[in-house]
């Protein structure tokens, strides 16, 4: 079974507007963490955002928020003002237990418009 | 503060034959995990090294090794090529000092192999 599922193959959206990427999880695990990463053309992933499962509040870094439902197994990434750099693949990605390994999914092309 | 490094950014091989890829983790970092990333898809999981031993695998066959130096930096073999290895290979660090959580995974710009 899928651990990560990201239904959304690519957006667009317009500059200065605010986009949601869908990402729902799998596991039995009571402890895991939550990650998105950003994938620009040149390849690096970069780390945006984390949520433990333990967290009660939602994380925030920046422009950046996760909307963490726990019950539904869901972990929203939201950006708000969108700037033209935000153009990239975006990937949600967990960890589950003492486990070392990211579970990542397919991924979710964002593209923003002037 | 050099992050992630690899190299070559990258490589050309034939099928059938053998490839190394390098990594050096950032400054600090002693825990290096290798990801294949096929075109269009998510990163997948080789393995992960620390003290110089594989601590978990993925699910990939025996024809990918690796190895952590002393320095930490790391390398990932891959033999009997097939034309499927064709991916990015990302090389990810971490700090076991400061566990698995958060935010202690950083990414270099990864290794792109074509096999033909």
């Known amino acids: 079974a899928q651990k990560i599922t990201q239904t959304q193959p690519g957006m667009f959206v317009q500059e200065k507007e605010a986009v949601t990427l869908d990402c729902t999880y799998d596991?039995?695990?009571?402890?895991?963490?939550l990650f998105w990463y950003k994938q620009p053309s040149s390849g690096e992933m970069i780390f945006l955002i984390y949520q433990g499962s333990y967290d009660e509040q939602n994380a925030t870094e920046g422009r950046y928020s996760l909307n963490f439902q726990k019950a539904r197994k869901s972990a929203n990434l939201v950006i708000s003002a969108s700037q033209l750099g935000d153009s990239a693949m975006y990937f949600c990605a967990m960890r589950e237990g003492r486990g070392y390994k990211l579970s990542f999914g397919a991924g979710t092309t964002v593209t923003v418009r002037a | 503060d050099a992050g992630v490094t690899q190299s070559p950014t990258h490589l050309i091989k034939t099928r059938g034959q053998q490839v190394t890829l390098r990594c050096s983790p950032k400054?600090?970092?002693?825990?290096v995990s290798w990801y294949q990333q096929a075109l269009g898809q998510g990163p997948q999981f080789i393995f992960q090294?620390?003290?110089?031993?594989?601590?978990q695998r993925g699910n990939f066959p025996d024809r990918f090794s690796g190895h952590q130096f002393p320095n930490y930096s790391s390398e990932l073999n891959v033999n009997a090529l097939l034309l499927g290895d064709s991916a990015l290979y990302l090389c990810a660090s971490s700090s076991a000092k400061s566990g698995t959580a958060n935010y202690g995974y950083t990414f270099g710009s990864g290794t792109r192999l074509t096999v033909v």
């Open positions: 400054s600090g970092h002693d825990t």
């Open positions: 090294y620390y003290e110089e031993e594989e601590r």
């Open positions: 596991t039995s695990d009571q402890s895991y963490g």
